[in-house]
């Protein structure tokens, strides 16, 4: 079964930078796609970006494209997702999940992932 663990949130003031990563465990995961996405209270949990298999392919929500980029190191089983230009609508929880079945797009729904980590909070301030 695979685990996983997000890591790097935090409080931050808009413009500034902020580096998430997600370590898997229990399981390869270096050919499956991996996708961060947020979630604010009471609003639907939301796709942020996502990455293929080796790396190759990565896709951006339109509010977050120019700022973040998402990443990933197989050998370490992690994903990354450095955040730049931080604005206080980014404060959110942000969740690591993984994409057990292979899919030529990225998908950008929340139900297409199988596995989820815990949430790592990132609060932006004005």
């Known amino acids: 079964q695979v685990q996983l663990v997000e890591s790097g949130g935090g409080l931050v003031q808009a413009g500034d930078s902020l580096r998430l990563s997600c370590v898997a465990s229990?399981?390869?995961?270096?050919?499956?796609?991996m996708g961060w996405f947020r979630q604010t209270p009471g609003k639907e949990r939301e796709f942020v970006a996502g990455?293929?298999?080796?790396?190759?392919?990565?896709d951006y929500a339109d509010a977050v494209k120019g700022r973040f980029t998402i990443s990933r190191d197989n050998s370490k089983s992690s994903v990354a997702l450095q955040m730049n230009s931080l604005k206080p609508e980014d404060t959110a929880v942000y969740y690591c999940?993984?994409?057990?079945?292979?899919?030529?797009?990225?998908?950008?729904?929340?139900?297409?992932?199988?596995?989820w980590g815990q949430g790592t909070q990132v609060t932006v301030s004005s």
């Open positions: 229990g399981g390869p995961v270096s050919t499956y796609t």
């Open positions: 990455i293929n298999w080796n790396g190759g392919r990565t």
């Open positions: 999940a993984l994409r057990w079945r292979l899919s030529v797009t990225i998908p950008t729904m929340s139900n297409e992932y199988q596995y």
